[in-house]
Nanobody, 115 residues
């Protein structure tokens, strides 16, 4: 069983930056796909950044060039650097790890972009 704990969310002004972190209680290997998702009330959870088991990085057009996902396997930590934030990025952000075809999720961290 793996537990994921996100941190780093908060209130930021438009144009600002935040760095989210996700620490896993167990070992995450380089071949385990990882990702960050976000969700707003009334909408489906959407992928904002992912790293496949082969190391391929994927971003939707809505965040491409602004968000960067990275991982530190030695620290069992996944990061999401978010730059040039806009109010449309306001959501609860969740990290995800797939281990043996099982999806593990964190509890989420709120990101609010507002002046």
């Amino acid at each position: 069983q793996v537990q994921l704990v996100e941190s780093g969310g908060g209130l930021v002004q438009p144009g600002g930056s935040l760095r989210l972190s996700c620490v896993a209680s167990g070992t995450i290997f380089s071949w385990n796909p990882v990702g960050w998702y976000r969700q707003v009330p009334g909408k489906q959870r959407e992928l904002v950044a992912g790293i496949s088991g082969s190391g391929r990085v994927n971003y939707p057009n809505s965040v491409k060039g602004r968000f960067t996902i990275s991982r530190d396997n030695a620290k069992n930590t996944i990061y999401l650097q978010m730059n040039s934030l806009s109010p449309d990025d306001t959501a609860v952000y969740y990290c995800n790890v797939v281990i043996a075809l099982i999806n593990y999720w964190g509890q989420g961290t709120q990101v609010t972009v507002s002046s």
